[in-house]
């Protein structure tokens, strides 16, 4: 039995599947905007993690160049965007609205309340939690656009897995079974 875990800092563990940050993806993160970063690798499963966070040093402007680049990257690779977000999702919304991005982003990390959830899938985001969650956002959150990852908790993924069958009231395969769809969705 194989467990997708859609966004992680570390490799993966037996019966794991993994997008590892900086091996499976390339990106601009918020917080190291001010480097100069250059894209090497075309065989990424996805780009990111990239996008705007209001909490961290990087000046605002310098974040917004970095982010736009990674949103050029995703498009003109035809991957998906795991998106970091920090009090920013107007921005970033705005920002996809703007630039007409159409490849699918991932709001990684996703905390949020169900109201929160609602706005992120209306804008055709999926939510991609991990092991610190809001329990109404995980239950209320469509199959098809759900997703989970450790991002840089050690536990196996196959936990999270676990609890969050419990909480949605279904079996582990069907969880299982329904992450590797979503996961062959957007990893082509």
Not at 141 to 151: A, G, H, K, Q
Request: proline content about 4%; charged content about 25%.
């Amino acid at each position: 039995m194989t467990f997708i875990n859609f966004h992680t800092h570390r490799p993966a563990y037996s019966g794991e599947r993994v997008i590892q940050d900086g091996v499976d993806t390339w990106g601009i993160h918020p917080w190291h905007a001010h480097r100069d970063f250059q894209f090497d690798n075309p065989n990424i499963l996805a780009v990111g993690e990239c996008g705007l966070d209001r909490t961290c040093a990087t000046p605002w402007e310098v974040q917004l160049s970095a982010f736009q680049r990674c949103i050029s990257l995703s498009e003109q690779l035809h991957k998906p965007l795991i998106l970091h977000c920090v009090r920013a999702l107007d921005d970033c919304l705005l920002l996809r609205r703007r630039l007409s991005a159409r490849q699918p982003w991932i709001y990684h990390g996703f905390r949020g309340s169900e109201r929160k959830l609602a706005h992120i899938l209306d804008a055709g985001l999926y939510a991609c939690f991990g092991f610190h969650f809001m329990e109404d956002a995980v239950k209320a959150c469509p199959p098809d656009r759900l997703l989970l990852e450790s991002d840089e908790d050690e536990r196996n993924v196959r936990e999270l897995y676990h609890k969050v069958s419990r909480l949605r009231g279904i079996s582990l395969e069907s969880l299982r079974l329904q992450m590797e769809a979503n996961y062959h969705t957007l990893i082509h």
